[in-house]
């Protein structure tokens, strides 16, 4: 008998991470307005490459159930303050994230992106000075 742990490790066993994180930059770059000022050398590589690998510590966690751990999360918070020193504003890289996160349900097999909200949506929430202030905080440990 399978329990749900094994069935979702076989599902993200069969997730394509570079054809999701190729979707996932495409969108970027469609979406959020700072993504499209960045040279395409730079999105099919170094943002290709790191939505790859956040995409593949997603799905090890999750078919892991774990949380994320402490050195996991350090090279995407490492990436996102090198993104602030660029220049790439706070809500463009958090608009990224969860895009992301959106984007990357669909990916796995029969996913349907149940849920995905038009980009325009919950940017209430984007511009809430108490999160930015979180995050802020956090990225800059």
């Not at 069935?7 to 996932?24: C, F, G, K, P, T």
């Not at 395409?40 to 994320?68: C, H, S």
Request: net charge positive; glycine share 10%; aromatic share 4%.
């Amino acid at each position: 008998m399978h329990t749900d742990g094994d069935l979702l490790a076989q599902i993200v066993r069969r997730v394509d991470l570079v054809e999701v994180a190729r979707r996932m930059v495409a969108v970027f770059h469609a979406e959020i307005p700072a993504y499209r000022t960045l040279p395409d050398t730079m999105l099919q590589g170094e943002i290709l490459d790191i939505a790859q690998r956040n995409l593949g510590m997603f799905f090890r966690t999750l078919a892991d159930a774990r949380p994320l751990s402490d050195e996991e999360l350090k090279p995407i918070c490492e990436s996102a303050r090198q993104r602030a020193a660029e220049g790439l504003p706070l809500e463009d890289l958090l608009h990224a994230y969860r895009l992301g996160g959106r984007l990357g349900w669909p990916g796995a097999p029969g996913g349907r992106g149940a849920g995905r909200r038009p980009a325009r949506e919950g940017h209430e929430r984007r511009r809430d000075p108490a999160r930015r202030q979180a995050v802020h905080a956090r990225l800059t440990r």
